[in-house]
Every structure is written in structure tokens, then in C-alpha cells.
């Protein structure tokens, strides 16, 4: 009954890495049905008693529809909300907040000009009744201010729910073109190189096959010619496969440029051509994404430098943004990231605002001398 659609307000806040349960937290607001009376001159009355049983259960039940449902059906619970509110408004003054969480869910799915026609109207029906049926204007006149505000804030996070969104597609889709390119210029290296080499042997192995009768020693010739072709361009596959591992880093780098500029984040980069072990320049690029991943989602930056050195320990590679700094504590990433370094004897040291007179943060990655190739 409450397993949410894969277009709820649950799932979506899911697929975003949210907990299912937030909206629950949302749920505390409702206590004010039960403070209410406090305020009143009769107090927690047989009445109050019997009507909030009767339709307390039914809001939290419409409550939790609205945020499993999928999105098109969230305005029937919405609207239910809202009719309960006004059929219990002449004697129940909890009715006023299923009015508030009416207000708020029926934005849930309704564009920014529908969103406030209703509240508007809403609004205007509600202070009608409460003002016939003798409610002090005094306790009606917040109303409209607090559900205009909390519209307009709904209404921001939506927008911003949606920009996350766009930006997540966008990253995701310059990586899937990165990679394509990739696989596209690892086809056409091993097309130049293994094309013409392959048409030679074929030839040759002809050759020596025609020959093999008449002139066993030509034949021979060119069997020889089709070993020495075929160990050298054993060679040149070695030697490219060795540079594709090598691009590693490069690539990281590019694609760093791309994430961040999407951002408008400006990236600065004083790279040392410097020749590692695959295994460590791998581990060297895994550290260079988590650090430009980390710096896109958390730090507001709108700078970030990027330096690889060689220096008498080894390979130094410093990353340093202009963000928000503070106190740094390290997560599942930074962990990872200091597990792989620490595989080829490296480490990483992780500098807060409070440790240099720049502002932001400087990620430092070693790797020992052992590691160059």
C-alpha cells in the first residue's frame, strides 16, 4: 500500500542519495493539532477528543500517499487535506494545520503560476469561513504570510531539485562521450597498427605457400619475414598498450576540466611530464577524480589548481581550491583514496584553511621515487 512509485517524492529523494524517511520528519509539524487546545478556553474537550481520532488517522494516511504515490495523484491527497479542513473548520481548530500540509503538498507537482492561482483561492475561501463562523481575525491573519512563504519555498527547491538533476545528466554524459572517444581512438591506434601488419603476414604466408614446392628456400625466406613482422608488432601492441596506461592521468585531467567548467569552476594545471608505473599512475588518477569530485559537490569553489612535480622523495601532486575550507574529515573516498597510495608507498595529507595562508583546502598526494617507470 505504501511501497513508493518510481516517480514518488520517496523514490526521487532516494535516487538522489536522501533517506526515504525525511519526509516523515515533516510529519512533526502536525503535533501543533495537539497544542492547539492548550491555547483555547475549553481546552482538550470530548469534541476535540472524538474529531481528532476521526480525522488525525485519515490526514496521516493521506499524508503518506502523497509522498509514495507518483506524482500525477498527489493533488486528490492534497485536495483531501484541504477538504478536511474546511468541513471541520466551524468546530475543530486542528483544521488549520491539515490547511498548511493541503497547501504544501498541492504544490508537489503543479508549475510555479497554477501553485499560486490556488493558494490564492485557498487562501480567500479559508478566511471567508473562519471569519463567518467567528474565528478572531487576529488568528487567521498569519495564515496567507505562512502559506505564501512556504509556497515560494517550495517552489525554490523544486527548481533546485531540478538544476542537481540537469547537472548530474550533464556530468554523466560527458563522461559516457569521454569514454566513447576513448574506445574510438583506442580502435583507430590498433586499426593503424595491426591493419597494414595483418595484410603483410597474409600476403607473405601466401607467398611462402606458392613457393614451398618450387623454391623451399624462398619459402623459408618469407616464413622468416612473417615471425619477424609478427614479433614486432607483438612489440608495438606492447609499447601502445603501455602508452594508453600511461594516458591515464591525461585523461583524468581533461575530463576534470570539463566537470568543473560545467560549474563554471576555473581550472589551473602545472603538470611535469613525468613517466609512472601503470599501477601507480592509475592510482595517482583514481586520487585526482575523488579530489575534483569532492571539490564539485562540497567545497564552493570557484578555483582550483592542479600541480604534479617531481621532487627528491619521488612524485608530488597538489590540488588546491579557493572553497570554503573548515574542517576536513575524511569519508569513504578520502579512505579509499589513501588505501590505494599507501598500496605503492604513498600518502596523502589533507590541509585545511587553518594550515595555509591561502584560503580553501590543498589535497597532497606522494607516491615514492619506485613508482616512475
Not at 485519515?58 to 468541513?87: D, E, G, N, Q, S
Request: proline share 4%; charged share 20%; aromatic share 6%.
Amino acid at each position: 500500500m505504501f511501497t513508493p512509485a518510481p516517480d514518488s517524492l520517496v523514490a526521487r529523494d532516494a535516487a538522489r542519495g536522501q533517506p526515504g524517511w525525511s519526509h516523515a520528519v515533516h510529519l512533526m509539524w502536525s503535533m501543533w493539532v495537539f497544542i492547539t487546545p492548550m491555547f483555547e478556553p475549553h481546552g482538550f474537550t470530548t469534541r476535540w477528543v472524538v474529531l481528532t481520532l476521526a480525522s488525525y488517522p485519515v490526514f496521516v494516511l493521506a499524508y503518506a500517499k502523497a509522498c509514495t504515490c507518483p506524482m500525477r495523484h498527489i493533488t486528490w491527497y492534497a485536495l483531501l487535506m484541504l477538504a478536511m479542513a474546511f468541513a471541520l473548520m466551524p468546530w475543530y481548530v486542528g483544521s488549520l494545520t491539515y490547511f498548511m500540509f493541503g497547501c504544501i503538498m498541492i504544490g508537489g507537482c503543479l508549475r510555479a503560476i497554477p501553485y499560486a492561482a490556488i493558494l490564492l483561492l485557498a487562501n480567500a475561501a479559508y478566511l471567508s469561513e473562519g471569519l463567518l463562523v467567528g474565528y478572531p481575525w487576529q488568528s487567521l491573519l498569519w495564515l496567507p504570510v505562512t502559506t505564501a512563504t512556504i509556497g515560494v519555498l517550495v517552489q525554490v527547491q523544486r527548481v533546485g531539485k531540478r538544476k542537481d538533476a540537469e547537472l548530474a545528466l550533464s556530468h554523466a554524459e560527458v563522461r559516457r562521450m569521454a569514454a566513447f572517444a576513448e574506445r574510438e581512438r583506442i580502435g583507430r591506434d590498433l586499426h593503424d597498427l595491426l591493419g597494414h601488419t595483418l595484410s603483410m603476414v597474409a600476403l607473405k604466408a601466401d607467398l611462402a605457400g606458392k613457393l614451398i614446392e618450387r623454391d623451399p628456400q624462398g619459402a623459408q625466406r618469407e616464413i622468416a619475414d612473417v615471425a619477424r613482422i609478427a614479433r614486432d608488432t607483438l612489440s608495438e601492441v606492447r609499447a601502445t598498450v603501455t602508452n594508453m596506461r600511461n594516458a591515464v592521468l591525461t585523461a583524468e585531467l581533461a575530463s576534470a576540466k570539463v566537470l568543473l567548467h560545467a560549474d563554471n569552476i576555473l581550472l589551473a594545471t602545472q603538470i611535469d611530464e613525468i613517466l609512472l608505473k601503470p599501477d601507480a599512475e592509475s592510482a595517482l588518477a583514481m586520487s585526482l577524480r575523488e579530489a575534483i569530485t569532492n571539490v564539485q559537490r562540497h567545497a564552493g569553489a570557484r578555483f582550483v589548481e592542479v600541480r604534479l612535480q617531481r621532487d627528491g622523495k619521488g612524485v608530488a601532486m597538489e590540488i588546491h581550491d579557493d572553497g570554503r575550507g573548515g574542517e576536513l574529515r575524511a569519508g569513504n573516498g578520502l579512505t579509499g583514496m589513501r588505501e590505494r597510495l599507501e598500496a605503492h608507498g604513498g600518502s596523502l595529507e589533507l590541509l585545511g584553511n587553518s594550515e595555509r595562508s591561502e584560503s580553501g583546502t590543498t589535497l597532497v598526494v606522494r607516491l615514492p621515487a619506485r613508482c616512475l617507470a
